[in-house]
Every structure is written in structure tokens, then in C-alpha cells.
């Protein structure tokens, strides 16, 4: 059973709706590189790995992601709370409004739905950490498209957040992949499966 704390990793608070700046940051609940397809991919990865220290890195990552989907839920609340008809059709939010109102739908910004189609769980620990390697530096690229795009303080201060934790996730993959590659007992770790045929 989890502990858990009902206050975000991080403040969030901003003071002005901007709809226009939702429409891009809803990608980081629902798109392709988002905290929702983090922490579905980290969580399910680690059920097949076979150290435990690797198993506890993708575990306390995958639940970190979750605390993300937090504060990018609670991001995009309070970007769009208590818009006006006329901001949400000026601000380009008009195509979301109708199918969620203002409701949190985890999206990318090209509008499409969450999928898990963009995630992968191998069963093949270097397959899967090369993947997340890979998946952070998206993360953190995506956060640095959103810093280019958007200029209120208050949800830049949030998002600078998020973009630093993704490079310290970096960092601790790096750190399972190099754990991973001194535990098999092969020079050649890339000729199998420490998963599978233990």
C-alpha cells in the first residue's frame, strides 16, 4: 500500500487562465512523450526486471511520474478555470471545450487521445531502459518546446520543474542501465535476455 501526500511535488499556482497555453501543455499529460505514458511504461517494466535495484529505480520513478500527471492536471486547471465563451473561442480552445468543457482528458496537442500504443514494456531489461533513456530525453524536449511557447512566470516556474526532473530520471536510468550491465554474466550483454532463461 502506498503513503500518500495530498500536496503536489511542486506549486502550482497561476494566477491568469490562458487556454492557448493548455492546448500545448496537455501534451505532457496525454501525448506521446507525456507523465501518463511515463508512468504507465516504468510501472509495467518493472514487474519482468530481474535486480532489485533496477526494480526499485523503475518503481520510484514510474510513482514520481504519477505526482506529474498531478501537476500537469492541476496545470491545466488552472489555466482553464473559469474561462468566458469568448476567451475559449479567442484562445483556440473551442475544439476541446466541446467534447470535455473544462474537464482534465489526457491528450496530445494534435488532439489526439492517450495511447498506450507509444509505450513498450519488452520484457527485455536493456531493450527497456534503452527505451527509457530515450523516453526521458523526449520528456524533457517536449518541456523545453513548451518554455519556448509559453510566457507566464507562474507556469514556467512549474514546467522548469518538471523539465529538471526529467534529466534527474535521465541520470537514474543511466545509472539501472550501468547496474544492469555488471550484473549479467556475459562481456556481451546485448546477446540476450537477462529476463528471460534466468
Given at each position: 500500500?502506498?503513503?500518500?501526500d ?5 506549486p502550482?499556482?497561476i494566477?491568469?487562465p490562458?487556454?492557448k497555453?493548455?492546448t ?6 496525454g501525448?506521446?512523450?507525456g ?10 517494466q518493472?514487474?519482468s526486471?530481474?535486480f532489485g ?5 523503475l518503481?520510484?520513478?514510474?510513482t ?5 500527471v498531478?501537476?500537469?492536471?492541476a ?6 478555470k473559469?474561462l ?7 484562445q483556440?480552445f473551442?475544439?476541446?471545450f466541446?467534447d470535455?468543457?473544462?474537464?482534465i482528458w489526457?491528450?496530445?496537442?494534435s488532439?489526439?487521445a492517450f495511447?498506450t ?5 519488452t520484457g527485455?531489461l536493456?531493450a ?9 530525453q523526449k520528456?524533457?524536449?517536449s518541456?523545453?518546446n513548451i518554455l519556448?511557447l ?5 507556469v514556467?516556474d512549474a514546467?522548469?520543474?518538471?523539465r529538471?526532473?526529467?534529466i534527474v ?8 542501465l ?5 550484473k549479467v554474466?556475459?562481456k556481451n550483454?546485448?546477446?540476450f535476455?537477462?529476463?528471460?532463461g534466468r
Amino acid at each position: 500500500m502506498w503513503s500518500y501526500d495530498k500536496h503536489l511535488i511542486h506549486p502550482v499556482k497561476i494566477k491568469r487562465p490562458d487556454a492557448k497555453a493548455a492546448t500545448v501543455i496537455m501534451s505532457q499529460l496525454g501525448g506521446p512523450h507525456g507523465e501518463l505514458g511515463a508512468a504507465t511504461r516504468y510501472l509495467s517494466q518493472r514487474y519482468s526486471c530481474p535486480f532489485g535495484e533496477i526494480t526499485g529505480t523503475l518503481t520510484d520513478v514510474g510513482t514520481e511520474e504519477l505526482a506529474h500527471v498531478e501537476m500537469i492536471s492541476a496545470i491545466l486547471y488552472q489555466l482553464t478555470k473559469n474561462l468566458t465563451v469568448e476567451q475559449i473561442k479567442a484562445q483556440g480552445f473551442d475544439q476541446y471545450f466541446v467534447d470535455h468543457t473544462a474537464g482534465i482528458w489526457p491528450q496530445a496537442a494534435s488532439g489526439m487521445a492517450f495511447s498506450t500504443e507509444t509505450l513498450a514494456s519488452t520484457g527485455d531489461l536493456f531493450a527497456d531502459l534503452h527505451e527509457d533513456l530515450a523516453a526521458e530525453q523526449k520528456a524533457r524536449l517536449s518541456y523545453d518546446n513548451i518554455l519556448r511557447l509559453v510566457d507566464d512566470p507562474d507556469v514556467k516556474d512549474a514546467i522548469r520543474f518538471l523539465r529538471e526532473r526529467e534529466i534527474v530520471h535521465f541520470q537514474r536510468f543511466g545509472e539501472a542501465l550501468r547496474i544492469g550491465q555488471e550484473k549479467v554474466n556475459s562481456k556481451n550483454f546485448y546477446a540476450f535476455n537477462p529476463e528471460f532463461g534466468r
